[in-house]
């Protein structure tokens, strides 16, 4: 999607808006001895009371309003009767359809006790999307915020998982362009347009470079379990930088 006017963004701020609300909320709730389950209806409730519908419900028919992953999963987790324990690292991705805008955030949580190695690859999580995020503008590679986070991550000792990407974002959950690596890939010769709508959700790990579904038609794991995190946002390109949709202030 590429924004034409004033209306269609803040449509789509409201989106990114609600979702990114939705999101700290429920990292806020979070605490050992309650199922994921009982997060995602926490999650489900704000998204009704806002007027959305959850997108990969409504997308893909997922069994979930929101995906919770609890380690070492870590993307696409069902909601069920999972019991978040002390120690859990855990993703939360919420995307949501509002008035025909689609706003896609996620970020992952450490539940206290955790190791210092975890709390972190949380920390370089957040600052590698961001390293991402200042190379957007109008005019430069598509693949710009992949080096710079690919060689963030070089640099701090992290890998980052390569079958898992971002991708454009606004009309639909999906849609063109698909496949944003965020790692360097010299192949992808496309260019970032003004007004392009799309994600950047790097997956920063301490060893994972690839993960596979473990057999529930959903949900991604790393092979030898790595710890793993994903910080993902919604975002613009403008001539002025890039447009964060999905903050919750």
Known sequence: MTIENEDQLDKLKAAGRLVARTLKAMGEALEPGMTTRELDQLGRAMLEAGGARSAPELTYDFPGATCI?????????????????????????????????????????????????????????????????????????????????EAFARRNGYSLVRNLASHGVGASLHEEPTEIATWADRSDRRKITEGLVFTLEPFLSLGAEWVDEVGDGWTLRPPGGEPTVQYEHTLVATRRGPLVMTLAE
Do not use: K, M
Request: with cysteine; glycine share 14%.
């Open 69 to 149: 992953s609890v380690g070492p999963d870590i993307a696409h987790g069902i909601p069920g009767d999972r019991v978040i324990q002390a120690g859990d690292l855990i993703n939360i991705d919420v995307s949501a359809e509002l008035d025909g805008f689609y706003g896609d955030t996620g970020a992952s949580f450490a539940v206290p006790p955790v190791t210092r190695r975890v709390e972190r690859l949380c920390r370089d999580g957040r600052r590698a999307l961001w390293t991402g995020i200042r190379a957007v503008r109008p005019g430069a590679d598509l693949n710009a915020p992949g080096r710079e986070i």
